[in-house]
């Protein structure tokens, strides 16, 4: 009995050794307020399938921007501030010049551009990075309202899709303003979920999914549409497993993932899903605690201070 329980033993510690304990997710997806003018804040680890709860916005916001810990604009009475995490809580960092809602953004190394929205469509501002108050910045080219914005990972630009006045339309910015119009959309497009990465040649790929056509009947989305450096139009690929609009999604880790939105029953779904380059199909990564619908996502490092607060 000895001899045997030395043995196990030794083989349990070979066996910690030489297999290294699983690692988790060095990013995950940080999702705040939505449909039903919610308050909760949820981070999901990809790597487990996991989530836990930071402390809940002060007041519901839905179509509204999250660049990290900052929250901006959106309704129904929150379209002239933002919201950092701190300590603990959401406290009010900034004032806007304008009200911002169902805009789009971008972190630039100059501050937080937010473009467009249903208040100030042709207008944007630029949050600089000392925390002050948000100043003006230049004239937008086309109308945003519900478009879809990503930046671009070759250059230091901003793509924006789509959008309820300008559905097909792609256009690039950078810092200074409009830069150029992309090849058109395949479909007409709001409310949708885009975002870019990089293959492993480098090749980039820009990525729409979902939305709503604009139509009178069966306007909600469930087709994708890429398109890469080399090519000259968007080509439609493999669609989501239902349709969907009011869904969000990012860049994390390399990978597309897109988060809930409403399906033709008009349910707010839960799922992740993340896409697939290779087999050109979207996977279901998950679930989230919460299904959420028109809400923001960004990511979150999983060792940030803040996820202490996360239950």
């Keep these: 009995m000895v001899v045997s329980l030395t043995l196990f033993l030794c ?6 050794s030489t297999s290294p304990a699983p690692t988790r997710a060095e990013e995950g997806l940080l999702l705040s307020g939505g449909d039903g ?7 999901y680890d990809p790597s487990t399938g996991l989530s836990c709860s930071l402390p809940n916005l002060p007041e519901g916001r839905i179509y509204h921007t999250m660049d990290g810990l900052i929250v901006c604009g959106g ?14 809580e ?3 960092s900034q004032t806007l010049v304008n009200q911002r809602m169902v ?9 937080l551009l937010l473009m467009g929205g249903g208040n100030m469509p042709f207008s944007s501002e630029i949050l600089p990075t000392t925390g002050d108050q948000g100043v003006e910045s230049f004239a937008m080219q086309y109308d945003t309202r519900n478009a879809c914005s990503m930046p671009d990972l070759t250059s230091d630009s901003v793509i924006v899709t789509g959008g309820y006045k300008n559905l097909q339309t792609v256009s690039r910015y950078d810092i200074n303003g409009f830069v150029e ?7 007409r497009r709001a409310y949708h979920s885009c975002g870019s990465y990089l293959r492993g040649d480098g090749t980039q790929v820009l990525l729409v999914a979902g939305g709503d056509s604009g139509a009178w009947i069966d306007s909600k989305l469930s087709s994708t549409e890429a ?12 669609p989501l497993p239902r349709a969907l609009t009011g869904l969000k999604g990012l860049n994390l880790g390399g990978r597309i993932y897109m988060t809930g939105g409403r399906d033709v029953e008009n ?3 839960d799922e992740v899903f993340v896409w697939l380059d290779e087999e050109q199909v979207w996977e279901e990564a998950g679930k989230l605690k919460t299904g959420k619908s028109i809400h923001a996502v960004s990511t979150i490092q999983m060792d940030d201070q803040a996820m202490v607060y996360c239950s």
Excluded at 75 to 86: D, M, V
Excluded at 103 to 111: E, F
């Design 37 to 43: 003018e919610t308050t909760i804040v949820e981070v």
């Design 227 to 238: 398109l890469t450096a080399d090519s000259s139009a968007w080509t439609v690929t493999n």
């Design 11 to 16: 083989l349990f510690s070979n066996q910690i």
């Design 90 to 92: 959401w406290i009010v």
């Design 103 to 111: 805009h789009v953004s971008w972190k630039t190394d100059q501050g």
């Design 181 to 187: 119009d992309l090849p058109s959309l395949v479909e």
């Design 75 to 88: 309704g129904p009475s929150s379209k002239t501030t933002c919201l950092t995490f701190t300590s603990g």
């Design 267 to 269: 349910d707010i779904r």
